[in-house]
C-alpha cells in the first residue's frame, strides 16, 4: 500500500443526481435477499451483507444532504484534518496532542494523527461529556429546579 497521503474530499450529491439517490435509498432501504450488481456486459456479482449495508447508510446520508468522507482505518491526518473531525480549532488540537491527550507522530515539522486514535479520544471524550451531563442533571433534580419550573407554570 502506497505512503503517499490521500486527501480527503468531501461527496456531495449534485443536484442534478438528487432524485437517482433518493430512488437508489428507496430500493436499499427494501429488505432483499441478496442483492447485486450487474455490470455492463451483464456480469453479475452478489454484494456481501457489509457491503450492502455500508453502502445503505452512505447512500441514506447522501439523500439527506450530508457530505460523506470515507477514510481507510489506518489512515494518518494532518492536523487540520484531526480538528475538522473533532469540531475544534487545530490550535486547540495542537495543544491536545501536546499535552498527550491523543497519540500522534512527528514526520518532519508536522504531526500526523492515526484516525483510530483519533476516534478512541473522541469516543472517550463523549463519554466523558454524557456523564457530565447526567450528573448535571441529577444534581438539578435533587436540587428541585425541574419541580419549581413546573409549579411556576401550572400557576
Known sequence: MSKQRAQLESVVVPQQDAETIQQLEQLLSKETAQAKLVGSDGEEVLIPEPVYHLLRDIVHMMASGQAIHLIPQNHELSTQEAADILNVS???????????????????KHRRIRLEDLMAYKEQ????????????T??????????????????
Not at 90 to 108: A, C, D, M, S, Y
Not at 125 to 136: P, S, T, V, Y
Not at 138 to 155: A, C, M, P, R, T
Request: aromatic share 8%; no cysteine.
Open 138 to 155: 441529577q444534581f438539578l433534580q435533587d436540587e428541585g429546579f425541574y419541580e419549581e419550573k413546573v409549579s411556576e407554570i401550572e400557576q
Open 125 to 136: 471524550r463523549d463519554i466523558k461529556r454524557r456523564q457530565g451531563l447526567k450528573e448535571l
Open 90 to 108: 487545530r490550535p486547540f488540537l495542537v495543544k491536545l496532542l501536546e499535552q498527550g491527550e491523543i497519540p500522534h507522530t512527528k514526520v518532519g
